[in-house]
């Protein structure tokens, strides 16, 4: 059974039109790739999701129209999201970041600790001083702290040292492997994705192209859709 489904949404920005039909399903414990070369619509597509700007089109997420919903009500029928750019709460403590997200459930301040320990060391700096990357696993933190059914990775690894890259990925691989969450993962790294995911969705000028198992992602998809 799908957890989120997608059908031909359309969003604007003003006149301007950014999706033009973007269609796909993800069931309950999946992992799915969403994938495009810059300015393709996935950012977009995620903030649909979330319920930042309208949009048209068949939007549903456990059985619930998301288009009924603001931004806060779909959150708490267990939308996680982090975010591209980390976006912390810079002037608050680690803990503070993640205890003004928490919801009753199995992620806590402990358990996210377990998984990224540089915060449980960090638990009482404030996130500015952080580096970039604990700045990245503080995101991924704070949005597990919602207890979510779905989490949203957008560019999670992006612009960091390829050891942190690596931490976070693996991070990653333990909430597929040990969690049951489903998750939609935006990146750039192929070899990466390819380890976690089960399956892709490409998007090109603001609309689903292709669909299918990692595996099936030719070099010549990669060249003509990805630009790698």
């Excluded at 708490?76 to 459930?105: H, K, Q, S, Y």
């Excluded at 009482?124 to 779905?150: C, F, H, K, W, Y």
Aim: glycine share 10%.
């Amino acid at each position: 059974m799908s957890l989120l489904t997608l059908r031909n949404l359309i969003a604007t920005y003003g006149a301007s039109q950014a999706l033009f039909g973007v269609s796909l399903d993800l069931a309950e414990g999946e992992v799915l790739a969403l994938m495009g070369r810059n300015g393709m619509g996935k950012t977009t597509t995620v903030k649909c999701i979330c319920r930042m700007i309208a949009s048209n089109g068949g939007l549903s997420f456990a059985g619930h129209d998301l288009q009924r919903l603001p931004s806060h009500r779909a959150a708490r029928l267990g939308i996680g999201l982090v975010p591209e750019g980390r976006r912390c709460f810079a002037d608050l403590t680690v803990t503070e970041n993640l205890m003004a997200t928490a919801r009753p459930g199995p992620w806590t301040e402990q358990s996210v600790g377990a998984l990224f320990p540089r915060l449980g060391e960090r638990a009482d700096q404030v996130a500015r001083s952080l580096s970039g990357g604990e700045q990245q696993m503080l995101a991924i933190g704070r949005a597990l702290m919602t207890n979510p059914r779905l989490l949203i990775l957008d560019e999670a690894t992006e612009g960091l040292a390829p050891i942190v890259r690596q931490e976070i990925w693996t991070a990653v691989g333990k909430l597929k492997h040990e969690t049951g969450m489903a998750l939609l993962i935006i990146d750039k790294s192929l070899k990466e994705l390819g380890q976690v995911c089960d399956r892709a969705v490409i998007l090109e000028r603001g609309r689903s192209v292709w669909e299918g198992q990692m595996d099936q992602i030719t070099p010549d998809i990669a060249h003509n859709l990805l630009g790698v």
